[in-house]
């Protein structure tokens, strides 16, 4: 079992930064893809970025420009620094982590992001 925790959500004014962080413990194995989804109201869950083991990164194109993904492999760790915010950019943001090789997905809690005008 694998288990997510991520930090960093809250409210911010357009054009503001937040920085989202998720950390992974439990047995995992190396070889996966991190990364984060998000889901506003009423709306189904979207990918926002997601980072391979050997690095490779792939953005919703909405996000692309001003969201920028890393990970620690060493530390199971996946970060998403948000820049330049918008109000729809205002969800719930769900941290991941899956192995089509392993066959695991797992999800964090979620945190919510709040951006106001």
């Known amino acids: 079992q694998v288990q997510l925790v991520e930090s960093g959500g809250g409210l911010v004014q357009a054009g503001g930064s937040l920085r989202l962080s998720c950390a992974a413990s439990?047995?995992?194995?190396?070889?996966?893809?991190m990364g984060w989804y998000r889901q506003a109201p009423g709306k189904q869950r979207e990918r926002v970025a997601t980072?391979?083991?050997?690095?490779?990164?792939i953005y919703a194109d909405s996000v692309k420009g001003r969201f920028t993904i890393s990970r620690d492999n060493a530390k199971n760790t996946v970060a998403l620094q948000m820049n330049n915010l918008k109000p729809e950019d205002t969800a719930v943001y769900y941290c991941n982590v899956r192995s089509v090789t392993y066959d695991y997905n797992y999800w964090g809690q979620g945190t919510q992001v709040t951006v106001s005008l």
């Open positions: 439990g047995r995992m194995f190396s070889i996966n893809t």
């Open positions: 980072m391979t083991s050997g690095g490779i990164s």
